[in-house]
């Protein structure tokens, strides 16, 4: 018995002293694809930028242009993915929105936002649907504030720096999700059986006039469950 509480306490100080790695490399987006229409940059002190050149859509739209296409255009997503799948793990990053902002980081959606990015998005399917999302709002008309676990867990309020840079940091357990906003826990949940345990990690421009910005985006990884 001894024996075997001895190697649990080994095993979980093996997992914890793994060692954080950045997801950029601070000078471009090796390691990520973008999904759907999107401009995403890393600028020179690594800052990564997402936007979209609202121009290209329209100039395609057919005019008059009725509110129900209106509303299919400005709602299709974008997303960055990293090309890997990550399981198990501690995620930390710094985001900034342009107020009003509407972005979101994804987990475990092994469908890379399909759905969302197309149009009209499909919203049964989105990423935060299929794997989670963990929700980014500033000043946006959505219910949902920043920190929620989407469509499942809404996040404490009172602890995001509207209009400023803010960290989160996002623990993926293979029975938890777990969000803290600037430090707080703001939000958890053991996660739903159907879906999946592992898949990529994306940032999100939620719609046609999203502008957002991430930084020290690390990882550290926690070893696969069994």
Not at 23 to 51: A, C, P, S, Y
Not at 108 to 120: E, V
Not at 170 to 182: F, G, H, K, Y
Request: proline share 5%; with cysteine; hydrophobic share 35%.
């Amino acid at each position: 018995m001894k024996r075997l509480l001895c190697l649990a306490l080994v095993s979980a100080a093996m997992l914890a002293a793994q060692p954080w790695k950045n997801l950029f490399n601070g000078k471009n987006l090796d390691g990520w694809e973008v999904r759907g229409e999107g401009i995403w940059t890393v600028i020179k002190d690594g800052t990564v930028v997402g936007q979209r050149d609202a121009r290209s859509g329209m100039e395609r739209l057919e005019w008059p242009l009725s509110g129900e296409k209106y509303r299919a255009w400005r709602d299709t997503q974008c997303w960055l993915y990293t090309l890997r799948d990550f399981e198990q793990f501690d995620l930390h990053l710094e985001y900034w929105a342009r107020r009003p902002g509407n972005s979101g980081v994804s987990i475990r959606d092994t469908s890379r936002a399909k759905f969302g990015i197309a149009t009209p998005a499909d919203f049964t399917r989105t990423p935060s649907r299929l794997g989670y999302e963990i929700q980014i709002n500033n000043g946006y008309p959505d219910p949902t504030p920043t920190g929620s676990i989407y469509a499942l867990v809404k996040a404490k309020t009172g602890f995001q720096f509207d209009d400023d840079w803010n960290s989160l940091d996002i623990e993926s357990r293979s029975n938890a999700i777990r969000v803290r906003l600037n430090g707080h826990l703001v939000a958890e949940h053991p996660g739903l059986p159907e879906r999946p345990k592992a898949g990529p990690i994306g940032l999100q421009l939620h719609d046609q006039f999203s502008l957002v910005m991430f930084r020290n985006l690390r990882i550290r990884e926690l070893g696969r469950s069994n």
